[in-house]
């Protein structure tokens, strides 16, 4: 299995204000999927990112607000934009495993308090 | 629109005893399965999925959950659960056809054991 990292595990920001969330894999993926956990609630898949190509975002989700890269295949980046309280969430990357098809590994999360 | 439904949003148990964690998926087209938890301040580990083959599937901690396609269920089950399976548990459907990676989410669980 994929072993993930994030940065940063937590952030309290204000409103307004921009923050980019790294996600490091630990190998070479082709698919890297940002999602958002809000209080309460289960994950909503914001956006597919595949190296080499634009980001394609999920229904209510739009690139000016969340901008990702992926700059190669082990790396991608989350902007969370002009933030207001209604963003505070878990903001989680995940990646498909190669050898299993639909399987996803997690990082532990970004924890975002937007004041 | 596809869903997934984790009836209990909370269950408390005591230690020893036997748990069921109940999920039901919206669609009667093929699916995957997947069950997640997630450890507090930490991100999700999949405990066990079906993709295919035998309705019954193990997982890891002495989880198991069984697929039952005509009651589109997929439960979770431990005969005896410890103070360490206190966690939050998260059903998972992914469909054939649909956008690879995106995983729908279940509300989520908070399995709570006393001693």
Not at chain 1, 13 to 32: A, E, H, K, Y
Not at chain 2, 80 to 89: G, K, N
Not at chain 2, 98 to 111: M, R
Request: proline fraction near 5%; charge should be neutral; glycine fraction near 6%.
């Amino acid at each position: 299995s994929a072993v993930i990292s994030q940065k940063p595990s937590r952030d309290i920001c204000q409103r307004g204000t921009s923050l980019t969330i790294q996600c490091q894999v630990d190998s070479q993926v082709t698919m890297m999927f940002w999602y958002r956990q809000q209080p309460g609630q289960s994950l909503t898949l914001i956006a597919t990112a595949n190296q080499g190509s634009e980001a394609t975002y999920e229904s209510g989700f739009v690139i000016d607000k969340f901008p990702i890269s992926r700059p190669n295949l082990t790396f991608s980046t989350l902007t969370v934009s002009n933030m207001s309280p209604e963003d505070s969430s878990i903001y989680l990357c995940s990646v498909e495993d190669p050898n299993t098809a639909y399987e996803q590994y997690f990082g532990p999360g970004t924890r975002l308090t937007v004041t | 629109a596809q869903s997934v439904t984790q009836l209990d949003s909370q269950v408390p148990v005591f230690e020893e005893a036997p748990v069921e964690l109940r999920c039901n998926y919206s669609s009667s087209v093929s699916v995957y399965l997947f069950w997640y938890v997630q450890y507090p301040n930490q991100g999700l580990q999949l405990l066990l999925k079906y993709l295919s083959g035998s309705t019954l599937v193990k997982g890891i901690n002495g989880f198991e959950a069984e697929f039952n396609k005509s009651q589109t269920s997929f439960h979770l089950r431990k005969p005896s659960v410890h103070i360490s399976d206190t966690a939050e548990y998260f059903c998972a459907v992914s469909y054939y056809g649909g956008s690879q990676g995106n995983l729908i989410f279940g509300k989520g669980t908070k399995l709570s054991v006393k001693p």
